[in-house]
């Protein structure tokens, strides 16, 4: 069972930046797709970012590119989500999620683990 921990949300002011970390409790990391994913109230989950774990390409959501890059750190388990010009739309509770040895990435039924989620919040 792979455990994962995010951390970085908050409250910040509309144009501003914020960067999330999520950490594994697997020493494999490197064998894990880890997908970024958002959830606003009274909205489905919607895909943000994802790293596959055989591929160093970065994917990114059509709302976010541009704006947003994610990356990680295979020693430290830890992926990070690089959140910039952020605007109240980008509202919601973040997740990462991790499936090992998968090639798909776009929805949340590609993953078999989930963090709890951090908040971020956006003000006008």
């Known amino acids: 069972q792979v455990q994962l921990v995010e951390s970085g949300g908050g409250l910040v002011q509309a144009g501003g930046s914020l960067r999330l970390s999520c950490v594994a409790s697997e020493r494999t990391f490197s064998d894990y797709t880890v997908g970024w994913f958002r959830q606003a109230p009274g909205k489905e989950r919607e895909f943000v970012a994802a790293?596959?774990?055989?591929?160093?390409?970065?994917y990114l959501g059509e709302s976010v590119k541009g704006r947003f890059s994610t990356s990680r750190d295979n020693v430290k388990k830890t992926s990070y989500l690089q959140m910039n010009r952020l605007k109240p739309e980008d509202t919601a509770v973040y997740f990462c999620?991790?499936?090992?040895?998968?090639?798909?990435?776009?929805?949340?039924?590609?993953?078999?683990?989930w963090g709890q989620g951090t908040q971020v919040t956006v003000s006008s």
């Open positions: 790293l596959r774990w055989n591929s160093e390409s970065a």
């Open positions: 999620a991790a499936a090992r040895y998968s090639g798909r990435y776009l929805r949340p039924i590609d993953y078999h683990y």
